[in-house]
């Protein structure tokens, strides 16, 4: 499989690695947002979100909490914002489940999503469609 992230994995690519460990890498992206913008991946190929199991999600996402603060504490941020895109109309381009983790800092400039109030206003509706139907 051609997957640029499982070469980043197996050392087919250069990379600065972060931290590693026997199931999850972080890596610094190539072109960041901001100063320490990383990603979080599992060595083992999952397309997005949705295909990983629960238990490695669980995996996952301790350690993204341990070391989220820390990479933002290295850069002196003032904050930083973890995200995942799954799906190309969510912007996923690398088909390798990865977890953003984004240092921010005042005044950084950066924008993220936004819609306006009349789309809120109808999602409004929609969600007390929704109440009480996820399993
Ligand atoms: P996505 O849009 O799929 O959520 O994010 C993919 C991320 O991977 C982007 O932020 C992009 O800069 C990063 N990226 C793409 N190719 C490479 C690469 O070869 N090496 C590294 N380190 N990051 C990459
Ligand atoms: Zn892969």
Known sequence: MDCLFCKIVNKELPSKVLYEDDKFVC???INPHT???????????????TALDNDTVGEFAKLVHRIAPQVAGMMKAD????????GAA???????????????YRNDGLEYWGINEEEVSKLDERFTELDGKIK
């Open 27 to 29: 890596f610094m992206d």
């Open 79 to 86: 904050a930083y914002n973890v995200g995942m895109n799954n």
């Open 35 to 49: 100063k320490g913008h990383c990603l979080v991946i599992p060595k083992e190929h999952a397309e997005n979100f």
């Open 90 to 104: 969510a912007g996923q381009v690398i088909g390798h489940v990865h977890w953003h983790i984004i240092p921010r």
